[in-house]
């Protein structure tokens, strides 16, 4: 019987990411992103841009955290980054509403929650509708909200994984768009468990970004 203490190979993964045929848009989706942290997301839709299969430019990098990895990388890339420190804004929905200008200016089709450590207003939502999309590390809807990945180690299930999905105003409970399942071995932590759900995130996210982008030519 299959069990955490079960043989396994400790570099198997579980993935189980559907065959997602997509039409191709008729032009590059213009993609922004989000991020508070390490950036290593933002970087994949980069890459998945420039050289997979994701038909789209990531247009603008956006941090709230000084601090952040992701600007460095951004760097790097050849993105344009801005911080936008939520702590100058008195609410959740003034920041929003900056956050919307400016992606609207740089004409942004889908929005890119990379590690966004804020809970969104409905004023994100309402702009950005069926085009904002969220990367979680569980497969939801277990384990929402903040450390999921050490929420899923202490409950002790063998599979967890990460979810790409749409946005509400709730945390981490908008309509999945794309999960892959990632097997949970005896001896991990967080530090074994944590890159291995990340690799699949950086392979999740780029399809859930070309998913997104379809409601823009189908009016949703
Ligand atoms: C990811 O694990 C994502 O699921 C969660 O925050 C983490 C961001 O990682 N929401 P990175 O900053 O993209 O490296």
């Given at each position: 019987?299959?069990?955490?203490?079960?043989?396994?190979?400790?570099?198997?993964?579980?993935?189980?990411?559907?065959?997602?045929?997509?039409?191709?848009?008729?032009?590059?989706?213009?993609?922004?992103?989000?991020?508070?942290?390490?950036?290593?997301?933002?970087?994949?839709?980069?890459?998945?841009?420039?050289?997979?299969?994701?038909?789209?430019?990531?247009?603008?990098?956006?941090?709230?955290?000084?601090?952040?990895?992701?600007?460095?990388?951004?760097?790097?890339?050849?993105?344009?980054?801005?911080?936008?420190?939520?702590?100058?804004?008195?609410?959740?929905?003034?920041?929003?509403?900056?956050?919307?200008?400016?992606?609207?200016?740089?004409?942004?089709?889908?929005?890119?929650?990379?590690?966004?450590?804020?809970i969104v207003s409905p004023?994100?939502c309402?702009?950005?509708?069926?085009?904002l999309?969220n990367?979680h590390?569980?497969?939801l809807p277990?384990?929402r909200g903040?450390?999921?990945?050490?929420?899923?180690?202490?409950?002790?299930?063998?599979?967890?994984?990460?979810?790409?999905h749409l946005v509400v105003p709730d945390v981490d409970a908008g309509p999945?768009?794309?999960?892959?399942?990632?097997?949970?071995?005896?001896?991990?932590?967080?530090?074994?468990?944590?890159?291995?759900?990340?690799?699949?995130?950086?392979?999740?996210?780029?399809?859930?970004?070309?998913?997104?982008?379809?409601?823009?030519?189908?009016?949703?």
């Amino acid at each position: 019987m299959a069990s955490r203490d079960g043989p396994a190979s400790p570099q198997t993964l579980a993935l189980v990411v559907p065959q997602v045929r997509l039409p191709k848009p008729p032009r590059p989706l213009r993609v922004g992103v989000m991020a508070s942290g390490q950036g290593s997301n933002f970087e994949a839709l980069v890459m998945a841009s420039r050289h997979g299969g994701l038909f789209a430019e990531v247009v603008g990098l956006v941090v709230n955290n000084p601090q952040s990895m992701a600007l460095a990388r951004a760097k790097g890339l050849n993105v344009p980054a801005t911080v936008i420190n939520h702590r100058h804004y008195s609410s959740r929905e003034a920041l929003d509403h900056v956050l919307v200008n400016h992606f609207s200016s740089l004409q942004v089709d889908v929005l890119v929650m990379a590690g966004w450590m804020r809970i969104v207003s409905p004023v994100l939502c309402r702009a950005y509708g069926k085009r904002l999309v969220n990367i979680h590390p569980s497969l939801l809807p277990a384990f929402r909200g903040i450390n999921a990945m050490e929420k899923a180690l202490a409950a002790g299930v063998c599979i967890t994984g990460c979810t790409a999905h749409l946005v509400v105003p709730d945390v981490d409970a908008g309509p999945i768009l794309i999960q892959a399942a990632v097997p949970i071995y005896p001896k991990d932590t967080m530090a074994t468990l944590a890159p291995r759900i990340q690799a699949q995130e950086h392979r999740i996210l780029p399809m859930a970004v070309a998913m997104a982008g379809q409601h823009l030519w189908h009016g949703q």
